[in-house]
């Protein structure tokens, strides 16, 4: 895998250039890239943005607070950067009005970074939903949240093997106290910038037959839509019968 | 965007599903977290000793029991309340002394040496100024207790096992058990309590936690409760007791507003809202100690200064509308006068009173303003000395003035209750309804969780009334 490794926190102490953040509050006009928060309900989403933002969302420790997407910026070395913040959602199969507006952003929005917020004590269960966000998009950043809480769990997380397998860039942070920030903020720059060029993990324990039909119509996909980036995932909802995506199909808000 | 023919890619998903079995859903979702637990299993470690969650598991044991869980429910309100009924009193009474005492006539007398004509002084410095004067000095130091405090409970993460408690209870009434989150954020501001109704899936149930989320008592009338409960409850006790009478009836009209919930969600679950009760799964977050400087900042800042400021926008253009409507004279009376007269005998068959109910109609846009509305008409309509004229709200130094002024007004026990329950049982403030609107849209549904209430409240202080002149 050519992924470029995740760098370690001293590493990127250097190249991150303090001085070229700004906290840019709720003035998002102008930017460069357009970056998503995304993850499982009460992961810290929130406390991420806001320690970007500088902004004071409303936070609090209880799943479900937040339900509308809030936005604000930041400017880093000179770019300008729009933060969309998610409503939390388990997965993109749903169909709470909470959940919707996090999956049609993800989809529509088409940010140029999405940053997936997972709580690094309940890793394998918030890879349900990394997994799925994986298929959409090839520009994404696992943030490994709640890292201080993980510690005194004696949970331990070899973020090298993590990346590797999940073929993004993985940063360990406790935002509540702003630790891995600065790294969080340098690695969405490289991501955005195409630096570090991320091969996300497509599922693979899919059986068979159903490999097969989503192969065939993946393919199918593709040579109607050239160029498209996320066929595969495209299939499986269409597979599913999701009405919404063929609509978004047909009038070509997709692609 | 063109239109795009995808009819063939269609036909080829359809006829692919039938060759794939229903079985699609679940085997992608068997190969997800097949996948996840291959990553994890490589990445992922845990040393021995998980101390933590055998912490966290202990507490929820207690605090989610059926024998301590409310019990400790009610402890904690409890506990809120009374610092704020106790802590709010002096830093009110100082506000009331520099606000009212001190500043108010330096601006009388700058606007006089300045010449200023007496309907504009009147205007702007009887009006706007007291009105949003009162609000602060009343408004300010409750919320500045209460809002971090309940930010405090938020962030170590109990609401959820409040939830938790609940969902029994709102199961049998036919709503959702999320309901119970939604019914919490009501506790801070009704509008914000109708948008979190969004977590909850099913149309049917959100309604429903829409249509009652009015019955959780809002930082807008906590004031109105805590005040009139202190001046009025407190007072029919010996005075070593009456902080804790004044404690134990705001609880209860907080719990009786619960009550209406439970009962109205179960009665329109049975009627107009008919379905089954859907099925969730609620995480319960482990507990996070509470970053208490920073929340105690940020719920200042951010909580407590954003709600008084919404009061304050409100309130200057009321005090306005009062001074106005106590100003005009149609014949010999002014409007407000011609007002609370047309409203007095329909008040007093509620066991109210006109000023009341030409309060409630003025503070539509803001429930925070009724108290300080009251006084103003209060003093205005039975002329008692202190103020400056029609329409003004006069000097309020200490809360004795107040009970002065609402004795004076004729206000007996009676009348302090129903307020108490008037206040909890009428329409959502108009940015609530608003809200309502936006989230349902639909001018039905809107029409009928503003008006539910206000009729509930007519019914409920009707009966007290009759049976409290019974005896």
Sequence with gaps: MDTKAVKSACETCGHFNADGLKKLGIKTDNFDFVVALAGNPNTGKSTVFNALTGLRQHTGNWPGKTVTRAEGGFQYNEQKYKLVDLPGTYSLLSTSTDEEVARDFLLFGRPDVTVIVADANRLERNLNLVLQILEITDKAVLCLNLMDEAKRNNIVIDQRTLARDLGIPVVATSARYNEGVPELIQTISEVANGTIICKPHRIKNVPPNIEKAVKKLSAEIEKEFPGISNSRWIAFRLLEGDSQIIEALKTGELV | ?471
């Design chain 2, 1 to 471: 965007m063109t239109k795009k023919n995808i009819d063939h890619i269609i036909e080829l998903s359809n006829e692919l599903r039938w060759q794939i079995g229903d079985d699609f859903h679940d085997n992608l979702t068997e190969g997800i977290y097949a996948d996840a637990a291959n990553i994890v299993k490589d990445s992922v470690h845990t040393e021995k000793g998980k101390k933590r969650f055998r912490l966290d598991s202990k507490i929820d044991k207690i605090v989610t029991s059926k024998t301590f869980g409310f019990p400790i429910m009610f402890l904690i309100l409890g506990v809120v309340l009374w610092l704020t009924i106790i802590g709010a009193n002096y830093p009110s009474s100082m506000l009331a002394n520099l606000l009212l005492d001190t500043i108010h006539p330096a601006l009388k007398s700058g606007a006089s040496s300045i010449g200023m004509p007496w309907w504009l002084d009147g205007f702007l410095i009887d009006g706007v100024y007291l009105a949003v004067a009162w609000v602060i000095a009343v408004m300010l130091p409750p919320m500045a207790i209460f809002f971090p405090l309940f930010t405090l409970l938020e962030d170590f993460g109990y609401l959820p096992r409040v939830a938790f408690n609940l969902d029994n209870l709102f199961k049998k009434s036919g709503a959702h058990g999320k309901q119970a989150l939604t019914m919490s954020m009501g506790f801070g501001c009704n509008a914000a309590g109708v948008v979190a109704t969004r977590i909850i899936d099913s149309p049917r149930e959100r309604l429903i936690a829409i249509i009652t989320n009015n019955f959780s008592l809002c930082n807008g009338r906590w004031p109105t409760q805590i005040l009139i409960a202190t001046i009025f409850i407190g007072a029919v006790v010996p005075s070593s007791f009456s902080s804790v009478a004044a404690l134990l009836s705001v609880i209860g009209i907080a719990v009786l507003g619960m009550a209406f919930m439970f009962l109205t969600s179960w009665a329109l679950s049975k009627t107009v809202l008919k379905g089954e009760v859907s099925t969730f799964n609620l995480e319960l977050p482990p507990y996070r100690p509470p970053r208490f400087w920073k929340t105690l900042y940020t719920s200042l800042i951010d909580r407590t200064l954003i709600v008084l400021w919404r009061a304050i926008v409100f309130a200057a253009p009321a005090g306005a509308v009062i001074w106005l409507i106590s100003n005009i004279f149609i014949g010999d009376v002014s409007i407000a006068v011609w007002l609370i007269d047309s409203f007095d005998g329909f008040g007093w068959l509620l066991g109210l009173n006109g000023v009341i109910l030409l309060a409630y109609i003025v503070a539509i846009p803001a429930n925070e303003i009724v108290i300080p509305t009251i006084l103003m008409l209060t003093v205005m309509a039975t002329g008692i000395s202190g103020g400056e004229g029609a329409g003004v709200m006069f000097e309020l130094d200490s809360m004795d003035a107040t009970t002065d002024i609402l004795k004076a007004g004729g206000w007996t026990l009676l009348t302090a209750i129903n307020l108490m329950l008037f206040s909890l049982l009428h329409n959502p403030c108009s940015t609530t309804i608003y809200t309502i609107y936006k989230e349902t849209k639909s001018t039905k549904w809107t029409v009928v969780a503003s008006v539910l209430p206000v009729i509930l409240g007519f019914i409920v202080t009707f009966l007290v009334a009759q049976i409290w002149r019974l005896f």
